[in-house]
């Protein structure tokens, strides 16, 4: 056995053992996804699950707000960049890593990665006329002084790839990636404007700005005159690690786009992690988490028209116990909720549990047993029946959380 196969085999038998330890992160069936799709067999097709997610939507108005664009560069390393740290033995976590997004996108070794990622992409859509893929750009990390720094970087998604991704398949759009500390961030967010962007994405823990710094006013007054939403991450990240500044995904910093009037989603509703404040920032009072800090902001009245929530990811297993119950029963912002799913994270099986969302009391046995089943077909509509199932005390997420076209499309500059 060569040093390479065993340091990997170590690090799978080191995750394995801790997926046993905690037992709600390891599912019965199996660790890697089989990628059976994308049609669904006869009898998950029709039944009452699949049947009470769609029945009452119009596809063509449900726009997936959070899907990701990843490869390996076999395209073009210029347009695609992934870390090499991702296939070293001596990085067997971030090795891991990316052999499970691999395979939650059904895509191997043997094959053309970049081509292949996409290709599957629209093979999920086919069965499912009008549904939309909002395409994400991911930026690099940049430091403060506006250097970039692959070094502290997982991967890169250009724009110019995302747009001319988009640009092949009528039901693709595409979200842009700017670091605001870019010295050319202002013109590259305008060309992602004129072509074609429905918002901007950050990761401000990985890509390293602070959304509090006034070292992005600029960037937030153009993007209130283009009118584009900021997609960002908020609470801790884990998925996209090299930045290190956790602190930034403080929903609390994003103070200073709203006050200046951007509209701002919060990525996965901030449900992860305890609040970190920053030296001049304290502002935690009564909220010990970032889940708790972002359900605060979305009820202060002056952010009625410009904060919302992504509702990706919040039905993984770390983050379920904290958000689920309370962003069901809180009718009075689910007209401020957007569903996204975080395409290709819905296709790793380890990172859903459905006896643990059984034992929360948000699935039967029966309805959990066929919607975990779609997860080996179709990890999009996994993501939708899923979330269109969910239930607490009576209340559900409504149809409007996912017909969410109309906010993507709205590209008209504010008035005043």
Same mark, same amino acid.
């Given at each position: ?10 690090? *799978? ?11 709600? $992160?390891l599912?019965?069936?199996g ?16 039944h ?23 490869? &390996? ?16 033995? $001596?990085h ?24 292949a ?15 939309? +893929? ?20 997982t ?35 305008? $060309? ?14 990985a ?19 283009l ?65 708790q ?18 509702i ?42 459905r ?6 009391? +948000? ?16 990890? +999009?509509? *996994?993501?939708?029946?899923?979330k269109?199932?969910?239930? $607490? ?10 017909? &969410? ?12």
């Amino acid at each position: 056995m060569n040093r390479r196969l065993l340091l990997s085999s170590i690090a *799978f038998a080191a995750a394995g053992g801790a997926l046993w330890w905690n037992r709600d $992160w390891l599912p019965a069936r199996g660790l890697l996804n089989p990628c059976l799709g994308p049609r669904l067999p006869e009898g998950i097709a029709a039944h009452p699950a699949v049947a009470r997610a769609l029945e009452d939507l119009d596809l063509a108005q449900v726009w997936d707000g959070h899907v990701h664009l990843v490869g &390996t560069g076999d395209g073009n390393p210029e347009d695609v960049w992934v870390n090499p740290a991702l296939d070293s033995p $001596w990085h067997p976590l971030e090795l891991i890593q990316k052999r499970l997004y691999m395979n939650a996108s059904c895509v191997s070794d043997r094959q053309q990665a970049d081509d292949a990622y996409v290709q599957r992409l629209r093979s999920l859509l086919e069965p499912y006329p009008g549904l939309r +893929l909002l395409l994400l750009a991911f930026d690099y990390n940049y430091d403060e002084s506006g250097r970039r720094r692959p070094d502290l970087s997982t991967f890169y998604i250009s724009n110019g790839y995302a747009q001319a991704v988009a640009e092949s398949h009528p039901r693709f759009e595409w979200i842009c990636s700017v670091h605001p500390y870019r010295e050319d961030a202002l013109e590259a967010l305008q $060309w992602a404007a004129d072509h074609g962007a429905r918002a901007v994405k950050w990761l401000p823990p990985a890509m390293g700005m602070d959304p509090s710094s006034p070292r992005c006013d600029p960037f937030y007054q153009a993007m209130r005159r283009l009118n584009l939403p900021l997609l960002t991450h908020g609470g801790h990240e884990l998925a996209a690690q090299g930045g290190g500044h956790q602190a930034f995904g403080n929903p609390l910093l994003l103070r200073q786009a709203l006050e200046q009037g951007v509209r701002v989603i919060v990525a996965h509703c901030a449900s992860l992690g305890s609040l970190i404040d920053l030296p001049g920032h304290a502002e935690a009072g009564a909220a010990s988490s970032n889940f708790q800090a972002f359900m605060r902001l979305m009820r202060e009245p002056a952010y009625e028209e410009l904060l919302f929530g992504d509702i990706s990811a919040i039905t993984q297993v770390n983050r379920a116990p904290e958000a689920l119950r309370p962003l069901l029963l809180a009718e009075d912002i689910h007209h401020r909720l957007l569903n996204g799913s975080d395409y290709p994270l819905t296709g790793i099986l380890p990172l859903f549990s459905r006896s643990q969302l059984r034992r929360l009391g +948000l699935l039967d046995a029966d309805t959990a047993a066929v919607v975990f089943e779609i997860q080996k077909y179709n990890p +999009l509509l *996994f993501d939708l029946v899923l979330k269109r199932n969910l239930s $607490w005390q009576g209340h559900r997420f409504p149809r409007q959380v996912f017909e &969410t076209a109309d906010f993507f499309q709205r590209i008209s500059p504010p008035e005043g």
